[in-house]
């Protein structure tokens, strides 16, 4: 029995490892560096693009939920990040490079996966595929999957923070604090007084931007990712009370709350690179650095990588997909990662486990996994392919896409109970599901 894979991003890497366990074999495509995307800055499978970040651990928390659901279901792609993380307090944040080669040694010594350098420009026919082409997927297998699915691909931009070099940070004004003053230190604080804040406001609301495409002008931009001179559009007391809120952060060596704090998040394992929170950005470079260095404690700051922004390309999956992952017009086709509508990293892992698992299942003439919308990856699939949608805009693991919560209003108006009960609800489904599957 064989599939093909076609992308070797976070869903790709994850799905081949989960068919190869099964005892498929893979043929694994990835276009890299044959042909690049704009974004990516390697040839490594499973790169983190964006931020270092996965998110919170914590199972209260949706994202942590999600990733303990993909350790009890045995991703292997959580393995490694867990292996390879750095500290940021309550979230999973990597060494990217470090995540990435491991991810290719376990590709490269599995002997049922076959990784090939080379670029698809259309879905295969006779043959068992996975799409996890990713976000960046390239424009001739783009238009050919708008032709399969007989309609306009939505799409909309993701953006990139800046990296800083650790040593070029001025620490007689930064400071360590963790996240929101909780737990370990593991932030680098940059404190803003109101004059400063209001110097860097007006340098970002006024520096130039890099001009878009004439086919990306109408693309919409992802909520929870919106560069920060989209934020600051909104009002000067936007990025105050977004990325740059400085909740309960107070300066221990002064005892003084600070108007603004711009946070930096460790982005490697030996702690030389750090990533700005919340920063993500579409500045002119030029831009990006008079910004950069106007923030208090980065004056001489080295950038050692500009932000930038780059168009995500999904499905409608609503119109093509089933919970399963399994494309309804198809049914040895599967589709996964960011190109369903899902957003974020732990949910590209979550969605290429998924179609792995199903796809090996499919091969041998087993059911399909659907999972109970009480655990976070049910709940996650069976949004993206629930056809009551009108007008589909990618998501997230969130609280508000599981299956409601029976409880009385007191319960139900007690944010971190019902939060605590959900997730004790669905890791207990979780492990009644795995446990009658291993019975069977």
């Keep these: 029995m064989k599939a093909v894979v076609i992308g070797a991003g976070l869903a790709g890497s994850e799905a081949a490892l989960q068919l190869a366990k099964q005892g498929i074999d893979v043929d694994l495509y990835e276009m890299r560096p044959l ?44 393995k490694e990040a867990l292996n390879v993380a750095v500290p940021a307090g309550n979230a999973l944040a990597i060494d990217r490079e470090a995540f990435s080669l491991n991810v290719k040694r376990l590709l490269e010594d599995n002997e049922k996966i076959k990784i090939i350098r080379e670029e698809v420009t259309q879905i295969p026919e006779n043959v068992p595929v996975i799409i996890a082409s990713g976000p960046l997927t390239s424009e001739p297998l783009a238009e050919n999957i708008k032709d399969f699915a007989g309609e306009e691909h939505l799409h909309f931009f993701d953006a990139i923070a800046p990296i800083i070099e650790k040593d070029s940070i001025n620490f007689d004004i930064a400071f360590y604090a963790s996240r929101y003053d909780k737990g370990e230190a593991s932030y680098i604080n940059c404190p803003m007084n109101k004059e400063q804040y ?161 796809m090996a299942k499919f091969l041998k003439g087993e059911h399909l996994i659907e999972l109970s919308g009480f655990s976070m990856l049910g709940a996650l699939t069976r949004y993206i392919s629930s056809e009551e949608h009108k007008n589909f805009q990618p998501v997230n693991s969130n609280w508000g896409i599981v299956d409601e919560l029976i409880a009385d209003k007191k319960i139900k108006k007690n944010k971190k109970l019902k939060t605590e009960m959900l997730s004790n609800r669905a890791i207990k489904w979780l492990e009644e599901y795995l446990q009658n599957c291993q019975s069977q």
């Design 35 to 78: 042909k690049t995307t704009g974004a990516h800055k390697t040839d490594y499978p499973a790169e983190f693009v964006c931020s270092n970040s996965l998110g919170s651990l914590d199972p209260t928390n949706a994202s942590g939920l999600l990733k303990k659901e993909l350790q009890m279901l045995g991703s292997f792609l959580i």
């Design 198 to 358: 209001e110097n860097f406001y007006n340098i970002l609301i006024n520096a130039p931007k890099i001009e878009l495409k004439e086919f990306e002008k109408n693309a919409k931009f992802f909520e929870s990712c919106l560069p920060v001179e989209v934020l600051a559009s909104r009002g000067v007391d936007t990025l105050r009370y977004g990325p740059l809120k400085p909740v309960g952060l107070i300066d221990k060596r002064t005892g003084e709350k600070n108007y603004a704090v711009v946070q930096l998040r460790q982005d490697n394992l030996s702690a030389t690179m750090y990533n700005l929170v919340g920063f993500q950005t579409n500045l002119k470079w030029g831009a990006q650095k008079e910004l950069v260095h106007s923030i208090p404690g980065l004056e001489n700051a080295n950038i050692l990588r500009y932000g930038v922004m780059h168009r995500n390309t999904f499905i409608n999956s609503p119109k093509l997909l089933n919970a399963t992952l399994q494309c309804r017009k198809r049914n040895d086709l599967f589709f996964a990662g960011q190109i369903t509508g899902t957003e974020g990293y732990t949910e590209s892992i979550a969605t290429g486990m998924l179609a792995g698992i199903n």
